[in-house]
């Protein structure tokens, strides 16, 4: 699937669209989105929307520095009890993900698990998890190509 938003707004059609696609496939763990994109292609920023779409209260900040951040899902028809931000950045290694937990983490499938940076932990990451390739156009435009 390929999308081409013109504004931050727009990605909402875009998550959307995925969590339509998604249902079609089965996960043995958590439903995994990583995010590949240089700096300032739309990563975050997509993030934050999805984790407001799934109805996360508290706001969403870039855990650059931190690498990885929790947040609640109130319950709902979505079925997920946890979002999980992770920012690999900073990590040199995709083993240095390990120490926070992941592998627990992606175990549960109630937990929704977005990676920025995806591409460093690769070769950490399940096969079924759902590639998100960010690529900046314009401005204000941005391609979002999803590989399911
Ligand atoms: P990344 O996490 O990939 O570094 P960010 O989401 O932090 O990127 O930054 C993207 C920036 O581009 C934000 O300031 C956002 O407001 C802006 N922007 C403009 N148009 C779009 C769009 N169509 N989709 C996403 N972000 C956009
Ligand atoms: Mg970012």
Redo the contacts with the bound molecule.
């Keep these: 699937m390929e999308f081409i938003?013109?504004?931050?707004a727009?990605?909402q059609a875009v998550i959307r669209q995925l969590f339509k696609k998604r249902q079609d496939k089965k996960r043995s763990g958590a439903l995994i989105l990583a995010?590949e994109?240089?700096?300032?292609?739309?990563?975050?920023?997509?993030?934050?929307m999805l984790a407001r779409e799934l109805g996360v209260k508290e706001k969403v900040l870039?855990p650059t520095f931190v690498i990885m951040k929790k947040y609640e899902i109130p319950k709902n028809r979505s079925g997920l009890n946890a979002f999980y931000h992770f920012d690999c950045y900073r990590l040199d290694k995709a083993k240095e993900i390990l120490v926070l937990g992941f592998e627990e983490i992606i175990k549960d499938k109630k937990n929704l698990v977005a990676i920025?940076w995806a591409e460093k932990v690769k070769a950490v990451l399940p096969k079924d998890a759902i590639w998100l390739k960010?690529e900046h156009l314009g401005?204000?435009?941005?391609k979002i190509k999803i590989v399911i």
């Excluded at 938003?5 to 931050?8: G, K």
């Excluded at 994109?37 to 934050?48: A, D, I, N, W």
């Excluded at 401005?139 to 941005?142: A, L, V």
């Design positions: 938003t013109e504004n931050p727009q990605n995010l994109g240089e700096l300032g292609s739309g990563k975050t920023t997509f993030t934050q870039s920025e960010f401005e204000d435009k941005r």
